[in-house]
């Protein structure tokens, strides 16, 4: 019933321009903020950006601040993730997780929380980026 569903992975070289998509089904879209998450091989699964339209917070990771985007759609119960000047270290599978959103918590608390992977209800099957060089 409850579905994450990633698409527009691909293929890109160095420098080029992705944009992923998180289509969400089976639950209230606006209770919920949204993070992308990527692993690459060998490596930990890494919290790559959070958003929550309702409360009206975005958070970034370090590596991908002032190349990534994430925005929503909550029309068509969609998050992106816009990827600009792609590196070969972006290769990974990337994921999109739904966290409820507790209306008595300060939302400054997202802030500390979002980056963990095991605060998210549920999870998509990931969709791959590779960037060549």
């Known amino acids: 019933e409850v579905q994450l569903v990633e698409s527009g992975g691909g293929l890109v070289q160095a420098g080029g321009s992705l944009r992923l998509s998180c289509a969400a089904s089976?639950?209230?879209?606006?209770?919920?903020?949204i993070g992308w998450f990527r692993q690459a091989p060998g490596k930990e699964r890494e919290g790559v950006s959070f958003i929550s339209s309702s409360v009206g917070i975005t958070y970034y990771a370090d590596s991908v601040k002032d190349r990534f985007t994430t925005s929503s759609d909550n029309s068509k119960n969609t998050v992106y993730l816009q990827m600009n000047s792609l590196k070969p270290a972006d290769t990974a599978v990337y994921y999109c997780a739904a966290r409820e959103l507790a209306p008595a918590v300060d939302p400054t608390q997202y802030g500390s929380i979002w980056p963990n992977r095991y605060e998210y209800d549920y999870w998509g099957q990931g969709t791959q980026v590779t960037v060549s060089s």
């Open positions: 089976g639950f209230t879209f606006d209770d919920y903020a």
